[in-house]
């Protein structure tokens, strides 16, 4: 086994996508740079990112035709992680159900951590700290 220890920030591909997110996500497509604006906000909430950030969101949003759809990993495939995992999501994450996938991995992955962030959506930071901490810990 070549990974030793797994971090999963707000991971695609654990539960289905939030359908809702993506009528939203047309409805900005719309509007053009304000519609890019609007998106932005939905994602990753108003304020929880740096206008450096936003910016960088933007120009990679210019230059890149993003993914609509990520296909749900079967079970057997998630069960087969004999890794140490660490998911980190946020509770109002729109384009993924974090509790959810909480739940699923719980089933699925013998040696599992999760944090479920209060009050942030799809945009996780500031929790360097958190997955060093785990990184860093012994493996027993």
């Known amino acids: ?33 304000n519609g890019a604006d609007g998106s932005i906000r939905l994602i990753y909430k108003d304020g929880v990112l740096p206008q450096e ?17 990520v296909p749900v990993l079967p079970d057997k495939t998630l069960s087969a992680i004999a890794a140490p995992a660490l998911f980190i999501g946020g509770d109002e994450d729109v384009l993924l ?16 951590e999760s944090v479920l962030l ?3 959506g799809h945009a996780v930071t500031g929790q360097a700290e958190r997955v060093i901490a785990f990184l860093q810990k012994e493996l027993s």
């Open 1 to 33: 086994q070549r990974v030793k220890k797994l971090v999963l920030l707000c991971s695609a591909g654990i539960t289905p996508q939030r359908i809702s997110f993506l009528w939203r996500v047309v409805k900005f497509a719309l509007f053009g740079h």
């Open 53 to 69: 950030a936003i910016d960088y969101i933007k120009l990679i949003s210019a230059h890149f035709n993003p993914v609509l759809y």
């Open 97 to 112: 159900d974090s509790a959810k996938s909480i739940v699923r991995l719980k089933k699925l992955l013998p040696r599992f």
């Open 118 to 120: 209060p009050g942030v």
